[in-house]
């Protein structure tokens, strides 16, 4: 499954950005997605979860500012970002655990949208 990222981009400091990651094919179901973020030098940080029962948890750095939320008839999750800061600059990924035509859940990278806020 290829997860399509988008929606990174430069921002101001205060201001907002939406990333979406879709897992497109018919027969996939969506267990999870996620958000993760990776600045050059550093590990991969998990920034939003949401499961396919609408169950979420946020990185404490976020908590408050971003807003994971999905529609699992298209198998898009979304990650709205308010109230960013030079901090929250970095290369966001999505991931998601996927169920293929009812074998084991799998765990899928999507490419990298690139984040930049500007101070």
């Known amino acids: 499954v290829q997860l399509q990222a988008s929606g990174g981009g430069l921002v101001h400091v205060g201001g907002s950005l939406t990333l979406t990651c879709a897992a497109p094919g018919r027969r996939n179901i969506v267990r999870k997605m996620a958000w993760y973020r990776q600045v050059p030098g550093k590990q991969r940080e998990m920034v939003a979860t949401i499961t396919w029962r609408d169950s979420t948890t946020y990185a404490d750095s976020v908590k408050g500012r971003f807003a994971i939320s999905r529609d699992w008839r298209i198998n898009t999750a979304y990650l709205q970002m308010n109230s960013l800061e030079p901090e929250d600059t970095a290369v966001y990924y999505c991931?998601?655990?996927?169920?293929?035509?009812?074998?084991?859940?799998?765990?899928?990278w999507g490419q990298g949208t690139l984040v930049t806020v500007s101070s």
């Open positions: 991931n998601a655990e996927i169920t293929i035509d009812g074998k084991p859940s799998q765990e899928f």
